[in-house]
Structure formats: C-alpha cells, structure tokens
Nanobody
Framework: VQLVESGGDLVQSGGSLRLSCAGS????????MNWYRQRDGKEREWVAA????????NYVDFVKGRFTISRDNYASLLYLEMNDLKPDDTAVYYC?????????WGQGTQVTVSQ
C-alpha cells in the first residue's frame, strides 16, 4: 500500500494550491479518504473527509468555504483544493485511507503560506 502526496509549495496569503494524493496497492474506491495536517509543535489534526462510494464530504470548521476535497476513483487520486490560504494553514498535509480497521498514511507534503 502506498499513498503519495504532492502539490505542496510556498504561497502568499490569499493564494491557492491543489494537493494530490496518489494511492496504489489497494482498492482505492473502497476506502474513505481524509486529509489531515500537522502544524509545527501541534498535534496532527483532521481537515476534510470524503466517503468511498457516495462521495459525501465533511470539513473542519476552519476550512469550510475555503477547501474542497474530491476524489477520482478511476485514477486512484485524492485532491484538496485550497483557496484563500492563510499563514495558519502552514503545515505538512497528509492523506489517509481508511477501511474499517485498516488505516494508511502518506509521507506528507509541506504547505507554507507567507504573510
């Protein structure tokens, strides 16, 4: 099983980024997918989720209206579109695949938002 995130970058406040997560070695379409992030000195926190089949989405309050999670089950890809980025969004962003008790993580991608 492998999850590989990409798309992290340095961006100015108010800017946008799109993160991608490529899954392999498992049946991507069966897994609920999540984005988490970890800011310096903080615990990892959940950001957004999308269910396996219905594609229902859910977001933590502080990204609602700014971030959009989506998935392409045919290509085994997960996305996070991030708009109106703020310095507090600076973090390593991780994708997570979950199916019952199974849970897999990527290595993370760094997002840095400057003032």
């Amino acid at each position: 099983v492998q999850l590989v995130e990409s798309g992290g970058d340095l961006v100015q406040s108010g800017g946008s980024l799109r993160l991608s997560c490529a899954g392999s070695g498992f049946t991507f379409s069966r897994y609920d997918m999540n984005w988490y992030r970890q800011r310096d000195g903080k615990e990892r926190e959940w950001v957004a989720a999308i269910t396996a089949t219905s594609g229902r989405t859910n977001y933590v309050d502080f990204v609602k209206g700014r971030f959009t999670i989506s998935r392409d089950n045919y290509a085994s890809l997960l996305y996070l579109e991030m708009n109106d980025l703020k310095p507090d969004d600076t973090a390593v962003y991780y994708c997570n695949a979950r199916y019952y008790s199974e849970s897999y993580w990527g290595q993370g991608t760094q997002v840095t938002v400057s003032q």
